[in-house]
């Protein structure tokens, strides 16, 4: 039995052997097989994801960004076979990646050119799908760039038909007979342009409501994709530009782009409005209308936007033809002669010019201007368009005496004053007329003091008392003093209101009582002081013992208390 035994333990043992080995075999290929399997599945696309990828004829949708996104995954893990010591599997590995990611965003550039050029903005029907294919599309700068200029090129040609369609009513699709063509009331120059602005700005704030949509729902992730591929870039590694891509400002771009068409037939359209333009009302308030758009464009866009620099353009056009158009006018009244209107009220060409004053002040209040801008505009609009008129009319008082010239220029400063009153905007230019007119206040009042002095009799020696020299005071003797008071009992009665007629061409009544108040406060002041002078004169003549001597006060009895109830 032991050699039986032995002898089949010899045959047996070279197949125990080479079955060990086979198993040992088995055992290194069955490893070898799950490591192939795990680098198959984590190093190459299945030949469906592969399809997915870059047959253009499967739909792009969510198996082909998943394959695209597994393709660049490979690519980014390759970096650990190229550890190994033999890297022609890493390089064979990354070239079919790559490949296959090249192929697969030429697909989605295509793709997406094709939807963007029959994407509808006005009822959009914009997915998840596309907002993923810009995201992932960013991370190539400039395949995305020309999808963004194809659409814009699409956008800008679809708005300038829509556009001109608005104007005229010939649309592709035919006008609603319930929407009239803006070109309708072009005879009404500021509802023509009005409309346009608000056709424009409208289609401008629709656009970028629909382009949020695609851009700023995952815009931190479009961010990413385009800075990230603009670092790979070969142009960025060389340059020294750090400015990062930023979301609201391509926006405002695109959209910028998109009614660029637009706006040049606005810009055509309005440019012939401002010069046709000979009312230069209606061109002030065309340069405000446009102001407003501008204000509300630079809200909308942005500063850096061509759209809003047309516009701006427009409204320093329509400003030129104001300007001009107000020379034009100053001008025109110059060439004619002026004369003084005999109720010495303010001119005809300086009221019609605070009648427009006024209509460009309420223009000015209701644009958006900030304070300290209107200001500066409502200055410089002033300057132009009233004080040519206010040197005008001030130019006619030369040739006239006091007090009808003060009379004139206060009328005038009152009417500049109430127009500027009417406004916030011209506060400061209200203050300063009101200076003027004090000063004209001052000489109506001396010029009225001076009528009592000389009305009543008691110029010369109320000057002698004030000017308290000898030679002038002898002047106040008994026959002096006895004329004088016949004289003054003859004004005193009318004095008063003969002193009222004499501002009646003033225009404010209540300023000319106050002015002749104010004067016949000053005259009995001058007339206690010559009553005074009086009472001294006899008292010093009773000191004398002059028993002869004949009481001034005798013959000159008015006291100043009569005067001031007589010229109450």
Same mark, same amino acid.
């Given at each position: 039995?032991?050699r039986?035994?032995a002898?089949a333990?010899?045959?047996?043992e070279?197949?125990?052997?080479?079955?060990s080995?086979?198993?040992?075999?088995?055992?290194?290929?069955?490893?070898?097989?799950?490591?192939?399997?795990?680098?198959?599945?984590r190093?190459?696309?299945?030949?469906?994801?592969?399809?997915?990828?870059?047959?253009?004829?499967?739909?792009?949708?969510?198996?082909?960004?998943?394959?695209?996104a597994?393709a660049?995954?490979?690519?980014?893990?390759?970096?650990?076979?190229?550890?190994?010591?033999?890297?022609?599997?890493?390089?064979?590995i990354?070239?079919?990646?790559?490949?296959?990611i090249?192929l697969g965003?030429?697909?989605?550039?295509?793709?997406?050119?094709?939807?963007?050029?029959?994407?509808?903005?006005?009822?959009?029907?914009?997915?998840?799908?596309?907002?993923?294919?810009?995201?992932v599309?960013?991370?190539r700068?400039?395949?995305?760039?020309?999808?963004?200029?194809?659409f814009?090129?699409?956008?800008?040609?679809?708005?300038? =038909?829509a556009?001109?369609?608005?104007?005229?009513?010939?649309?592709?699709?035919g006008?609603?007979?319930?929407?009239?063509?803006?070109?309708?009331?072009?005879h009404?120059?500021?509802?023509?342009v009005?409309?346009m602005?608000?056709?424009?700005?409208?289609?401008?704030?629709?656009?970028?409501?629909?382009?949020?949509?695609?851009?700023?729902a995952?815009?931190?992730?479009?961010?990413?994709?385009i800075?990230?591929?603009?670092?790979?870039?070969?142009?960025?590694?060389?340059?020294d530009? =750090?400015?990062?891509?930023?979301?609201l400002?391509?926006?405002?771009?695109?959209?910028?782009?998109?009614?660029?068409?637009?706006?040049?037939?606005?810009?055509?359209?309005?440019?012939?409005?401002?010069?046709?333009?000979?009312?230069?009302?209606?061109?002030y308030?065309?340069?405000?209308?446009?102001?407003?758009?501008v204000?509300?464009?630079?809200?909308?866009?942005?500063?850096d936007?061509?759209l809003?620099?047309?516009?701006?353009?427009?409204?320093?056009?329509?400003m030129?033809?104001?300007r001009a158009?107000?020379?034009?006018?100053?001008?025109?009244?110059?060439?004619?002669?002026?004369?003084?209107p005999?109720?010495?009220?303010?001119?005809?060409?300086?009221?019609?010019?605070?009648?427009?004053?006024?209509?460009?002040? =309420?223009?000015?209040?209701?644009?958006?201007?900030?304070?300290?801008?209107?200001?500066?505009?409502?200055?410089?609009v002033?300057?132009?368009?009233i004080?040519?008129?206010?040197?005008?009319?001030?130019?006619?008082?030369?040739?006239?005496?006091t007090?009808?010239?003060?009379?004139?220029?206060?009328?005038?400063?009152l009417?500049?004053?109430?127009c500027?009153?009417?406004?916030?905007?011209?506060s400061?230019?209200?203050?300063?007329?009101?200076?003027l007119?004090?000063?004209e206040?001052?000489?109506?009042?001396?010029?009225?003091?001076?009528?009592f002095h000389?009305?009543?009799?008691?110029?010369a020696?109320?000057?002698?008392?004030?000017?308290q020299?000898?030679?002038?005071?002898?002047?106040?003797?008994?026959?002096?003093?006895?004329?004088?008071?016949s004289?003054?009992?003859?004004?005193l009665p009318?004095?008063?209101?003969?002193?009222?007629?004499?501002?009646?061409?003033?225009r =404010?009544?209540?300023?000319?009582r106050?002015?002749?108040d104010?004067?016949?406060?000053?005259?009995c002041?001058?007339?206690?002081l010559?009553?005074m002078?009086?009472d001294?004169?006899?008292a010093?003549?009773?000191?004398?013992?002059?028993?002869?001597?004949?009481?001034?006060?005798?013959?000159?009895?008015?006291t100043?208390?009569?005067i001031?109830?007589?010229?109450?």
């Open positions: 039995m032991k039986t035994v002898s333990s010899d045959e047996m070279p197949s125990l052997a080479e079955a080995a086979l198993l040992e075999q088995r055992r290194g290929a069955e490893r070898r097989r799950r490591i192939l399997q795990a680098l198959h599945e190093f190459v696309l299945s030949e469906v994801e592969e399809l997915a990828l870059v047959s253009t004829a499967e739909p792009v949708n969510g198996n082909f960004f998943a394959a695209l597994k660049m995954k490979i690519t980014q893990e390759c970096e650990i076979l190229l550890g190994f010591e033999r890297q022609t599997l890493a390089s064979d990354m070239e079919k990646a790559s490949k296959n090249g965003y030429q697909k989605l550039y295509k793709w997406v050119q094709r939807e963007f050029k029959t994407l509808d903005l006005e009822s959009p029907q914009m997915g998840a799908t596309m907002r993923k294919a810009l995201t599309l960013a991370a700068p400039s395949l995305f760039q020309n999808c963004l200029d194809s814009a090129d699409a956008r800008q040609e679809v708005l300038s =038909d556009f001109f369609a608005a104007l005229t009513g010939d649309g592709i699709g006008s609603s007979a319930t929407i009239k063509p803006i070109d309708m009331i072009a009404d120059p500021l509802r023509y009005g409309d602005l608000a056709w424009i700005h409208s289609a401008a704030v629709s656009e970028r409501e629909a382009l949020e949509v695609l851009f700023v995952d815009g931190e992730e479009l961010v990413k994709g800075n990230s591929g603009r670092d790979a870039e070969l142009w960025k590694i060389i340059s530009d =750090d400015n990062d891509f930023n979301t400002n391509a926006l405002n771009n695109l959209v910028d782009r998109n009614v660029s068409g637009a706006a040049l037939i606005l810009r055509q359209r309005v440019e012939q409005v401002i010069q046709a333009n000979e009312d230069s009302i209606s061109a308030k065309l340069a405000n209308l446009l102001k407003f758009y204000v509300m464009l630079l809200k909308l866009l942005g500063p936007c061509s809003l620099d047309s516009v701006g353009g427009l409204e320093k056009e329509a030129r033809q104001f158009l107000l020379r034009e006018h100053i001008a025109a009244v110059r060439a004619e002669p002026q004369s003084m005999s109720d010495l009220s303010p001119p005809v060409f300086l009221q019609d010019a605070l009648k427009q004053i006024r209509i460009m002040l =309420d223009t000015y209040e209701t644009s958006l201007s900030t304070t300290e801008s209107s200001e500066n505009g409502t200055e410089k002033l300057t132009e368009a004080d040519p008129f206010i040197l005008d009319s001030e130019a006619l008082a030369k040739s006239m005496p007090p009808r010239s003060s009379i004139y220029l206060i009328n005038c400063r009417a500049v004053a109430n500027f009153r009417q406004s916030s905007l011209t400061k230019r209200e203050d300063q007329t009101m200076a007119i004090d000063e206040v001052t000489i109506l009042r001396d010029s009225q003091l001076e009528f000389q009305g009543s009799g008691l110029s020696m109320i000057t002698a008392i004030k000017g020299t000898d030679s002038d005071l002898n002047l106040i003797t008994v026959s002096k003093l006895s004329a004088s008071s004289e003054l009992d003859h004004f009318s004095a008063y209101i003969d002193a009222l007629e004499r501002l009646g061409p003033l =404010d009544s209540s300023l000319a106050t002015i002749t104010d004067a016949a406060e000053r005259f002041a001058d007339f206690e010559l009553e002078h009086i001294s004169l006899d010093a003549k009773r000191e004398d013992g002059d028993g002869n001597h004949e009481s001034l006060r005798a013959v000159f009895p008015r100043a208390t009569e001031r109830v007589l010229l109450s």
